[in-house]
């Protein structure tokens, strides 16, 4: 089939290769020529792994290709997949769907023949039914042209794999022939028996919000155990492997660590907890947003262990910060983590150094207040303090012995529980990890 993805951020790079890859023609659209530039020319301008591999693929053979022109994209595509992005709006609550109608309003006046426009962005409930009324308002093609929702749930750093091999297909659509138009431009992948679960484009629209707003609560749950475990001397990490063996709760999703992160999870959960609000389910908005309000809490909670590990306030101490992006695999650093506790302890007085593998770049444009290394070993010179904050595996393997006559001071706090500490502690490092009791 001919398709076209519009937006060509996170999700739309990641969709418009692996609609290449299951023997689509595509077509990528964004705004931003210097993005589509690099694109053609087969560049990835995001950190993803393996995205690298298959863009260059299938540009090289034409298969893909991307423009800044929705006339074009119009032309030849006869599915079109909305990916732009959703930020939170002004108020800090809702979405801002400018980009979603930016993009309908100007693809619009192009849409001539039948055509089915399917939107991946996550929006708030009844988007899809206001953009259906808008593009048949506004489209030359009329009733012909059709809006159905199909929600999204790749993570950041398993990107082509979630796309490639996703759990399930979630459709919302408003007739059978657009759920004709969805299956047949997912029918590889359907072939390969992933399940496609087809709903009214309500419910799939609160099915994506729904499945957010709880992966952030099952985090903010299990990080206000690990406050509970710090407070008794007990170990979240063992806790969590044993409720995680009930099939009911799972061990999926279940890490104590900084706090959620990234570009969807913080909005995802704020917009979905407005919604509850707006519907009128003020017990869920009230659940919800305790959810966030232990997320808003994690970098006090982490600087209250790293200053009792530190025995003293982090004023003039010289740490250093393993990990900029809100998770490892991506260089992601929207609602970082890491970056928000870097941050509150430069703020506070430390010299901070960052390092991360992939998104020293992306982390010094949010943050030019903070230092950075790209190399492991010599953001190190003179440290004080390690605080590991995001779990890529490089820190995992880090050797202990090694690293030690770097530092000034032996001193880690792992806040992904990634590292093993009885290997460091060996190597003369006083290590303390999140949720874990302090051994000595
Ligand atoms: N990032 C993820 O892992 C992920 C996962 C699931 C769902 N989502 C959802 O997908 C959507 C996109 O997220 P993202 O992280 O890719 O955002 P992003 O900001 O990385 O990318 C959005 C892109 O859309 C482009 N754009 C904006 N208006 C446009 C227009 N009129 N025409 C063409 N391009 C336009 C922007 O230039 C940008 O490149 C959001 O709704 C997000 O919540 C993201």
Redesign the pocket.
């Known amino acids: 089939m001919r398709v076209s993805v519009?937006?060509?951020?996170?999700?739309?790079i990641p969709h418009a290769a692996a609609m290449a890859e299951i023997g689509h023609e595509v077509i990528g659209?964004?705004?931003?020529q210097a993005?589509i530039d690099r694109l053609n020319a087969g560049e990835c301008p995001i950190y993803e792994d393996g995205l690298p591999e298959l863009l260059s693929t299938h540009t090289a053979t034409g298969r893909l290709r991307f423009t800044t022109s929705?006339a074009e994209a119009a032309e030849f595509a006869d599915i079109h997949f909305l990916?732009?992005?959703?930020p939170i709006d002004a108020d800090g609550r809702s979405y801002d769907t400018g980009?979603i109608f930016?993009?309908a309003r100007?693809l619009a006046p192009h849409l001539t023949r039948s055509t089915v426009i399917v939107g991946?962005?996550?929006v708030t409930v009844g988007t899809s039914r206001d953009l259906g009324a808008l593009l048949v308002r506004l489209s030359p093609a009329g009733e012909d042209v059709e809006v159905v929702w199909n929600p999204?749930?790749?993570?950041?750093g398993h990107?082509i794999d979630d796309t490639l091999r996703p759990d399930r297909i979630v459709v919302g659509v408003p007739s059978a022939r657009a759920e004709d138009a969805v299956r047949q431009v997912y029918a590889p992948l359907l072939a390969n028996g992933i399940p496609l679960f087809v709903t009214d484009p309500a419910t799939a629209e609160l099915i994506k919000g729904a499945a957010n707003a709880y992966l952030g609560m099952k985090i903010s749950f299990i990080n206000g155990v690990a406050d509970m475990c710090t407070a008794a001397g007990a170990d979240v990490q063992q806790l969590t492997e044993a409720i995680g063996l009930d099939p009911r709760i799972g061990r999926g999703g279940l890490n104590a660590g900084p706090g959620y992160g990234g570009?969807?999870l913080p909005k995802?959960v704020r917009a979905f907890t407005a919604s509850a609000r707006t519907l009128g389910a003020t017990e869920a908005a009230t659940m919800l947003r305790a959810a966030e309000e232990v997320n808003e809490s994690r970098p006090s909670a982490a600087l209250k262990l790293i200053e009792q590990t530190l025995g003293r306030p982090v004023d003039g101490v010289r740490i250093t910060v393993w990990g900029a992006s809100f998770k490892a695999g991506t260089d992601d650093v929207r609602e970082s983590p890491a970056l928000a506790i870097a941050a509150l302890m430069h703020q506070r007085g430390a010299t901070v150094t960052v390092h991360d593998p992939h998104a020293v770049p992306t982390a010094l444009r949010r943050h030019p207040e903070l230092d950075y290394c790209e190399d492991l070993e010599d953001s190190l010179t003179a440290a004080e303090l390690i605080v590991l904050a995001t779990e890529w595996p490089h820190f995992r393997e880090a050797d202990p012995k090694a690293l030690a006559p770097l530092v000034a001071d032996q001193v880690l706090v792992d806040l992904r529980n990634l590292i093993d500490a009885d290997a460091w502690r060996m190597a003369g490092w006083t290590v303390r990890q999140l949720g874990r009791p302090a051994q000595e």
């Open positions: 519009i937006g060509c951020g996170h999700l739309g659209v964004d705004l931003d993005k929705l990916a732009v992005g959703t980009q930016g993009a100007a991946k962005s996550t999204e749930f790749l993570r950041e990107a570009g969807c995802d």
